[in-house]
Each structure stands twice: as C-alpha cells, then as structure tokens.
C-alpha cells in the first residue's frame, strides 16, 4: 500500500510539472510538438471555442492528487484551486498567451469534477464494501 501511495505521489508531482510548463510556455509546447506550430493550440474534443483541455488537464491532475494526498483533502483542494487560477492569471505577463477568463472557470470546473467523483466514489464505497 504504501508503494502505492508513493507512486501516485510521484505521478502527481510529475503530471503537476508537465501542467506547470504547458501553461508558463510562451506560446502552445504541445503545438510546438503535434503541429510543429507553436502558435496553434491542439484541441481534445469537439468545439475549440470550449475549453475541454482545461477541463481535462485539470480533472485528471486533481483525481491523481486527490487520490494521492486524500489524508489532507482540503489543501490539496486548496492548493488546485490556486493554481488553476493563478497558471491562468500568469497567461496576462506571458508573451503569445492570452488570458481567457473561460479558461479560468474551466480549470475550476475540472478541480470540483474531480472532487466530486473522489465523492461519490467514497460514498459509494462505503455502501457496496
């Protein structure tokens, strides 16, 4: 168990850097690497006026962090909230990036989507084990 837990931390303190950097990066890195372009931005899912990555980048980084620190919830929730408004905010100093408050309510949105799947999995749990 305790392997486990360890390797989840590690995960989320790489996935955690590897989100860090995507969105410092003056300009689109993955574009950069997809479409050799780094002033195109790829797009997960459907409508590119929507934005999905941010939901997705942050839900996933939260379940992997909620799920790694679940002993101290409130500030791993705290400190996902932080940063998914500040790595946003931070988009108004860096050159060819913009600052979309969209963007913004997106990151939220993904950190509350991961809080209440950790919820419901844990209510659920204690129901069927």
């Known amino acids: 168990m305790y392997k486990y837990l360890f390797n989840l931390k590690f ?3 790489i996935f955690n850097i ?3 950097c995507l969105y410092l990066f003056p ?3 993955l574009g950069c690497f997809i479409y050799g372009d780094c002033g195109k931005q790829p797009t997960l899912v459907g409508d590119p006026s929507i934005p999905y990555n941010h939901v997705i980048a942050f839900t996933l980084l939260s379940i992997v962090g909620i799920l790694a620190y679940e002993h101290k919830l409130k500030f791993v ?3 996902l909230l932080i940063i998914s408004i500040f790595l946003e905010a931070f988009h108004i100093l860096i050159p060819n990036r913009g600052y979309e408050f969209t963007d913004t309510v997106a990151n939220v949105i993904g950190v509350l989507l991961a809080y209440i799947i950790f919820k ?3 209510v659920s749990k204690k129901f069927f084990l």
């Open 11 to 13: 995960i989320f303190h």
């Open 18 to 20: 590897v989100v860090i």
């Open 27 to 29: 300009g689109s890195l």
């Open 77 to 79: 929730l705290i400190y």
């Open 120 to 122: 419901i999995y844990d």
